[in-house]
C-alpha cells in the first residue's frame, strides 16, 4: 500500500520537517465565560508513558504557550472551567489557533503537518458530504435497516474509504519521509504489518534525517524491528510459564516435545475476530490433531469468569494459559503481539516454523510439516 512511500527519497522532505528547535502556539478564544477573562490553560499529550504538560494564563481570550519538542505528535489544550478540548498537532513552529468556547470549528495554522493535516482533514469533509457517511451511519443503526440497506450502505461506505485513501497517499506522496508520513504509520499501526527488510528500510529513512535522531515514534519502531528479528524462523521461541484457568503452571518448552507442530494462540474472549475464526480454528485441530498438532491458547484477557465462558461457548479443547493481565500480558509483550489473533508456530523442539500465518495459510503450513 503506502509503504513505499515511505522507503524512498528521504531528503525530499528534510525541508519540511522541522527546521527550528522551538514553538510558540498562539490563541484566541471567544465566547462569554469569566474563565476567558482570567484562567488557566492546559497543553498536553496523550503519551500515557511519557506524559508532558503545560500550562498559561488565559487573559482577556488569549494564551501563549511557548517551548520545544523532540518528538512532534499530536496535543491537546482544555481551558479550566469550560467543557471540552481541541486537538493540534505540536512541532516546532510557529502556531495560530482561534476558536470559541465550543471548540468545534477552530482554526490552526502553523507548521507543515498541521498544514497537510488540515487539508486531508477538508478533503474527508468534502467526500463525506459528497457520501452522505452522517446518513448512512444512521440508517445502518436503524432498527428497521435491512441486510439489503446494510449492504448497500457498505458499500457506499468502501467507495468513500476508498476514494479518501487515494487523497492521503498523494498527500503522503508529497512528504513520503515526515512527521505527517510518521503520525499515519503510529495511528495505523502501518509498521505491525511491514516486513522486516520494509521497516528497516523506513527506519533508515528517518535516521537520515537529523530532525528524526531522538523521535521517539522512530524508536518505538526501531525497538518493535528488533524483536521481530530475535522472533524470526528458525529462532528459539521465547520460553515462558503461564496458569491454566484452575491455576496450574504451563511451560512452553514442556509443552511443544508433545507435537509435531505446537501453534501459539494468542486470543482474548472479548476479541471479535479472534470468537470469529475460533469455530475454524475447532475444525483445524481436529483434523490435524491425530497427526501431531497442538495449540496453546494464550489468552489477553483480564476476567477470569469470560475467558473460561469464551473456552468453554467456542468448545477450545485444548490447552489455555493467561496471566489475564490484559494488553499488559508479559508473553504478549515477549512475542511483539500487538494485535489478535495473532499466532507463533513452533515445531517439536521449540524452534520458530511461522509467525502471524494468515488464517487460509494455516493449514498449508500443517499440511507441510504434518504430512511427510
Known amino acids: 500500500m503506502k509503504k513505499i512511500l515511505f522507503i524512498c527519497a528521504a531528503v525530499i522532505m528534510a525541508a519540511a520537517c522541522n ?12 465566547g462569554d465565560s469569566d474563565k476567558l477573562l482570567n484562567g488557566t490553560a492546559y497543553l498536553f ?15 482577556n481570550g488569549k494564551f501563549v504557550f511557548k517551548g520545544s519538542v523532540t518528538t512532534p505528535e499530536p496535543y491537546l489544550i482544555m481551558i479550566d472551567g469550560i467543557p471540552g478540548m481541541l486537538s493540534l498537532f505540536l512541532e516546532n513552529a510557529d ?11 477552530p482554526v490552526i495554522t502553523g507548521g507543515p503537518t498541521q498544514t497537510l493535516l488540515n487539508r486531508y482533514e477538508e ?12 446518513k448512512i451511519m444512521n440508517d445502518m443503526r436503524r432498527a428497521d435497516a435491512t441486510e439489503e440497506d446494510r449492504e448497500a450502505a457498505m458499500k457506499t461506505y468502501g467507495q468513500f474509504q476508498e476514494e479518501l485513501g487515494a487523497a492521503r497517499e498523494a498527500l503522503l506522496a508529497e512528504a513520503p519521509v515526515s512527521d505527517f508520513a510518521l503520525y499515519f504509520i503510529m495511528q495505523d499501526r502501518d509498521y505491525y504489518y511491514m516486513t522486516p527488510d520494509s521497516l528497516s528500510a523506513v527506519i533508515a529513512a528517518y535516521r537520515a534525517l537529523p530532525a528524526f535522531a531522538e523521535n521517539k515514534f522512530v524508536t518505538k519502531m526501531e525497538e518493535y524491528l528488533q524483536k521481530e528479528q530475535g522472533l524470526a524462523v528458525g529462532n528459539k521461541a521465547p520460553d515462558f ?16 516435545p508433545k507435537g509435531k507442530v505446537t501453534m501459539i494462540d494468542f486470543w482474548a474472549s472479548w476479541c471479535g475476530p479472534c470468537r470469529n475464526f475460533n469455530p475454524t480454528l475447532v475444525k483445524i485441530y481436529n483434523k490435524y490433531h491425530k497427526l501431531g498438532f497442538e495449540i496453546i491458547g494464550v489468552s489477553l484477557d483480564r476476567d477470569h469468569d469470560a475467558w473460561v465462558k469464551g473456552i468453554k461457548d467456542d468448545k477450545l479443547t485444548w490447552t489455555h494459559v493467561s496471566d489475564l493481565k490484559f494488553w499488559q500480558s508479559e508473553v504478549g509483550q515477549m512475542y511483539n503481539v500487538n494485535f489478535i489473533p495473532q499466532n507463533t508456530f513452533v515445531d517439536s523442539e521449540g524452534n520458530i516454523i511461522g509467525r502471524k500465518v494468515a488464517e487460509d495459510k494455516i493449514e498449508a503450513l500443517l499440511d507441510q510439516y504434518l504430512k511427510k
Open 123 to 134: 478533503q474527508a469533509e468534502a467526500l463525506s458530504a459528497k457520501y452522505g457517511i452522517e
Open 95 to 105: 502556531i495560530t489557533i482561534a476558536t470559541d468556547t465550543t471548540y468545534a470549528d
Open 19 to 30: 527546521s527550528g528547535d522551538k514553538y510558540t502556539v498562539k490563541g484566541t478564544v471567544t
Open 241 to 256: 510459564t503461564l496458569n491454566t484457568p484452575d491455576g496450574k503452571p504451563v511451560t512452553l518448552s514442556e509443552f511443544y
Open 45 to 59: 499529550n496523550r503519551d500515557r508513558e511519557n506524559p508532558i504538560r503545560d500550562t498559561a494564563e488565559v487573559v
